[in-house]
């Protein structure tokens, strides 16, 4: 074996394709390259983190809250903290459970367990998180936030 890749050894091979990211003129196929343009920076949001975040760098999990109730699976846990003192948090649905999308209490899921005292920045959305909504924001059908301080 060489270490090379391909699909007669069984591994299915997706070469990236940076060309499908340039703009076309018909409006369907702008919105699949916008579409794409918009995965492909959440995904080097996330691949950033990873190679810079120090709580990443440590293996110390703990997990904060874990909700089987009533159809939900939703968890929470922690990374970190760092040798800087950071921490990451993921918050991740697992179910089809949302919470409300009207104003108030029911419009926020609560971690009772989240580390207080500290800024919060969300990854995914590229958006700071104000201290009084730090662990108690909407969460959406399968889907997961990641928080860094």
């Not at 940076?18 to 691949?47: C, G, H, I, T």
């Not at 983190?49 to 929470?76: I, W």
């Not at 040798?83 to 419009?107: C, E, K, P, Q, R």
Request: hydrophobic letters at 40%; a negative charge.
């Amino acid at each position: 074996m060489n270490g090379n890749v391909s699909q007669d050894g069984g591994k299915q091979v997706a070469p990236v394709h940076f060309e499908l990211l340039d703009n076309v003129k018909e409006p369907v196929q702008q919105a699949a390259v916008l579409l794409r343009q918009d995965l492909l920076a959440y995904v080097s949001r996330l691949v950033h983190l990873r190679t810079s975040s120090r709580a990443l760098g440590v293996n110390d999990t703990s997990f904060l809250h874990v909700d089987f109730n009533d159809g939900k699976r939703v968890l929470a846990w922690q990374r970190g903290p760092g040798s800087d003192g950071s921490l990451v948090v993921v918050l991740a649905n697992f179910s089809d459970f949302s919470t409300d999308t009207s104003i108030g209490s029911s419009a926020e899921y609560v971690v009772p367990n989240w580390p207080s005292g500290r800024s919060w920045r969300e990854i995914t959305q590229q958006r700071n998180v104000p201290a009084n909504f730090a662990g108690r924001e909407p969460i959406f059908a399968w889907e997961a936030e990641v928080y860094v301080s």
